[in-house]
Nanobody, 124 residues
Framework: EVQLQASGGGLVQPGGSLRLSCAAS????????MTWLRQAPGKGPEWLSV????????SYRDSVKGRFTISRDNAKNTLYLQMNSLKSEDTAVYYC?????????????????WGQGTLVTVSS
């Protein structure tokens, strides 16, 4: 059974940083591209970043480019998202997903594969 468990969320002040982790199990993690996405309250999901299976290629949504960094440790079956310079508009539940999804419209169609999310609240 494919399982994805995000963790590391919490309350942080604007301008602060958080590092999210996503523990993967039930599949050969190192064989898959991976995606971080988020869903803010009352809004649709949006993709944030994609990383190739070997970590060699990454891509970012414009709104997080330069602030967020995606990485992975295939030996530990774990995906990471380092988030710096956080803003109030970054408040959302953050998820990881198996596969490469850099189009918002496709995310609801793969909802069952998002895994368990972690809440990030950016507020003073």
């Amino acid at each position: 059974e494919v399982q994805l468990q995000a963790s590391g969320g919490g309350l942080v002040q604007p301008g602060g940083s958080l590092r999210l982790s996503c523990a993967a199990s039930g599949f050969t993690f190192g064989s898959y591209d991976m995606t971080w996405l988020r869903q803010a309250p009352g809004k649709g999901p949006e993709w944030l970043s994609v990383i190739a299976s070997d970590g060699g290629i990454t891509s970012y949504r414009d709104s997080v480019k330069g602030r967020f960094t995606i990485s992975r440790d295939n030996a530990k079956n774990t995906l990471y998202l380092q988030m710096n310079s956080l803003k109030s508009e970054d408040t959302a539940v953050y998820y990881c997903a198996r596969g490469a999804y850099n189009r918002d419209w496709v995310l609801p169609r793969i909802r069952s594969s998002w895994g368990q999310g972690t809440l990030v609240t950016v507020s003073s």
